[in-house]
């Protein structure tokens, strides 16, 4: 990732607007800001929440809140709890996240 023509900014997350974005089972909210290339996104799942996809696209993921549990195409599996977070780059390992009790995410994609 090269990250130009960014200048220093701040972000206050609270004053963006959350989009809805259903999946198999429970609703991800997503704030969202996009600098250039690089997609930066604060992440809220309800408890319950499935993907509806298999993702291939790259991300840094890291859990502030609650417990993401990520399984990849290959079926190895991994939880995730507020401090822990994952890497993987586009097209590397198909992957989907799912939690019994709800996440908060921030994620640089």
């Not at 997609?39 to 993401?68: N, P, Q, T």
């Not at 990849?72 to 890497?87: A, H, K, T």
């Not at 993987?88 to 995410?105: F, K, Y």
Request: proline share 5%; aromatic share 12%.
């Amino acid at each position: 990732m090269k990250m130009q023509g960014i200048p220093f900014g701040t972000t206050d997350w609270h004053t963006i607007e959350p989009t809805e974005h259903p999946g198999q089972t429970g609703m991800a909210y997503w704030r969202t800001c996009q600098f250039g290339d690089i997609r930066v996104r604060m992440v809220d799942y309800s408890a319950g929440y499935l993907a509806d996809h298999w993702c291939s696209k790259g991300h840094i993921l890291f859990c502030l809140e609650g417990e993401l549990h990520t399984e990849l195409e290959d079926g190895r599996r991994f939880v995730l709890v507020p401090g822990m977070s994952y890497q993987v780059a586009d097209q590397a390992e198909a992957h989907r996240s799912s939690t019994p009790i709800g996440a908060r995410l921030f994620i640089v994609d």
